[in-house]
């Protein structure tokens, strides 16, 4: 086995045996199951008896079917005096009493408590008191319940038709909203692993320097080996731990509730291109390597373990307005600050597939941004493994500019 091979096997196998490693997976699971299955959390572990609500209907209309009750909250109609139904709020026998008039063809509610309510409880009482409002102004138009319920949740069929004949047809809003919700698993997947990878490399190199282990290491070994061995495991190891998130998200997804986690995930998928997913795919592996490089300068840089937190910060903030920017166009995919971001290399992973996804971009703007990231990568490499060469072994102190400066002057 070469040289490079035995360092990217040790360098592997005692990552993957550590129990970060595990314990980063179970986090990541932990958070998209959090995400996913909200819900059924909320309802195991945070939801009580549901809200007891008294409805008294001083209208002349019916009101049983304008308040369903839910899992949250269960409405009951009393018939019982004012006073009466007042003193079993107090008594704890309801939680708020609803009164319920007329006032100029409008409907005006009253909610009467004795403990207050919580936020969440107020606006689902009131948002059902709204809906009831609107049903009840429709039914002074002499419909039936059922009619101004079927006017009020009736929707417009809506088709989209594209007269440019030279342009791709454009996405459907089903098709868009899919893309959101992959191009946001897209970033988060890039923010943590570049996170987490970046200063994984950057700590392992400044640790070897620190404790004078590299100068054993180049002893036998060139540095440009080292290098490559150094970003090839820690990849590899990237690519072993999506895919056993991937692996375990799955299962869970499978196995949970029916599989119903699974269904809606089909769904999104069925949404997509082929297409989006390879660029998808492409932007996160690139992006990734772009950061492992980079970090694996970083490390080569300082003089000690200490240092390497200072040396990752700007790259780690870079990481962090991308995504910030990939949040902030969700709501509206198409400003200029995400089109401007699409193309910067160290933050075009996280954006670019959202205008993919989101937006009805020409073929030619995701190849241009790829190719930028792909030139980048390229340039960074060459440019790292130069600098790798000269400052792995060279200690000075400083700032990370300072400690460029040295490396040109003692080296050149």
């Known amino acids: 086995m070469s040289k490079f091979w035995l360092l990217v096997k040790q360098l592997y196998t005692q990552k993957v045996k550590a129990k970060s490693f595990i314990f980063s997976i179970v986090l990541y699971v932990a958070v998209i199951s959090g995400v996913m299955f909200w819900s059924d959390i909320k309802e195991a572990f945070f939801q009580s008896e549901p809200l007891q609500v008294a409805i008294l209907n001083e209208t002349e209309a019916e009101m049983e079917s304008f308040f369903e009750s839910t899992s949250d909250i269960e409405f009951s109609f009393p018939k019982e005096e004012t006073a009466k139904v007042e003193q079993q709020v107090i008594d704890g026998e309801y939680d708020a009493a609803v009164f319920v008039k007329d006032q100029d063809n409008s409907l005006a509610a009253e909610i009467a408590t004795f403990e207050p309510l919580t936020f969440n409880d107020q606006q689902g009482i009131s948002s059902t008191l709204q809906y009831a409002g609107k049903i009840y102004e429709v039914q002074q138009l002499n419909l039936t319940a059922e009619q101004a319920e079927k006017i009020l949740e009736s929707e417009t069929i809506i088709s989209a038709k594209n007269l440019n004949i030279e342009s791709a047809s454009g996405k459907s809003e089903d098709e868009k909203a899919a893309g959101i919700g992959a191009s946001f698993l897209v970033g988060f997947l890039i923010y943590s692993f570049v996170m987490s990878f970046l200063s994984m490399i950057t700590t392992d190199v400044a640790s070897e320097k620190g404790s004078r282990v590299l100068e054993v290491l180049l002893a036998s070994i060139k540095p440009s080996t080292h290098f490559m061995a150094k970003l090839t495991g820690t990849f590899l190891l990237a690519l072993t731990q999506i895919g056993a998130l991937l692996v375990v998200q799955g299962l869970l997804f499978m196995l949970i509730d029916g599989g119903s986690k699974w269904d809606m995930v089909v769904d999104i998928a069925n949404e997509l291109s082929f297409s989006y997913i390879g660029y998808a795919v492409s932007f996160l592996l690139l992006t990734i390597i772009l950061y492992l490089i980079l970090g694996a300068l970083l490390g080569s840089l300082v003089s000690k373990v200490e240092e390497s937190s200072q040396a990752m910060m700007p790259a780690m903030m870079i990481g962090i307005i991308g995504f910030y920017v990939l949040i902030s166009g969700m709501a509206s995919p198409d400003t200029m600050l995400i089109k401007v971001f699409s193309y910067i290399p160290f933050t075009s992973g996280m954006v670019m ?26 340039l960074m490499f060459l440019v790292s493994l130069s600098f790798y060469k000269r400052s792995v072994l060279t200690y000075s102190s400083g700032g990370i500019i300072q400690k460029i400066k040295t490396v040109l002057k003692v080296t050149t």
């Not at 989101?358 to 995701?366: G, W, Y």
């Open 353 to 378: 597939p959202l205008r993919i996804g989101a937006t009805d971009i020409s073929s030619i703007e995701p190849i241009i941004a790829m190719l930028v990231l792909i030139g980048t990568v390229i």
